[in-house]
């Protein structure tokens, strides 16, 4: 079994920063592509960035690309999302998830078919 726990969320004015963690536990090896997925009220839970831990390929929805980074610290079993440059559509549920691969890839890392744990998220407000 894999336990994910998100922190990091709060309110913030347009273009400020937050960084969200996800604290993992559990047996590593069904965990090693680790992802965000963001969900706004309303709308269908999508993902945000991925990353597939050891060789630290990343991926990034086209709408966050250069503004979101996700990184990992394996000491710590923590996932994080530094969140730049924030905007109001950025308001959402933000979820940590849990999968494996064994093909050497986390494509398609976006989707949530690819991941089979999750947290229970933590909420994004960005408004002025």
């Known amino acids: 079994q894999v336990e994910l726990v998100e922190s990091g969320g709060g309110s913030v004015q347009p273009g400020g920063s937050l960084r ?5 536990s ?8 680790m992802g965000w997925f963001s969900q ?14 050891g060789p630290g390929s990343t991926y ?9 980074t996700i990184s ?7 996932v994080y999302l530094e969140m730049n440059n924030l905007k109001p559509e950025d308001t959402a ?10 093909s050497g890839s986390c494509y398609p890392a ?4 690819r991941y089979n744990y999750w947290g229970k ?3 994004v407000t960005v408004s002025s």
């Open 93 to 102: 549920m933000y979820y940590c998830a849990a999968g494996t691969t064994s």
């Open 20 to 24: 969200l963690s996800c604290a993992a």
């Open 110 to 113: 976006l989707t949530r078919s």
């Open 60 to 68: 990034y929805a086209d709408s966050v690309k250069g503004r979101f």
């Open 26 to 33: 559990g047996r590593s090896y069904r965990r090693n592509c």
């Open 40 to 53: 706004a009220p309303g709308k269908e839970r999508e993902g945000v960035a991925a990353m597939y831990l």
């Open 72 to 78: 990992q610290d394996n000491a710590k079993n923590t």
């Open 121 to 123: 998220g933590t909420e």
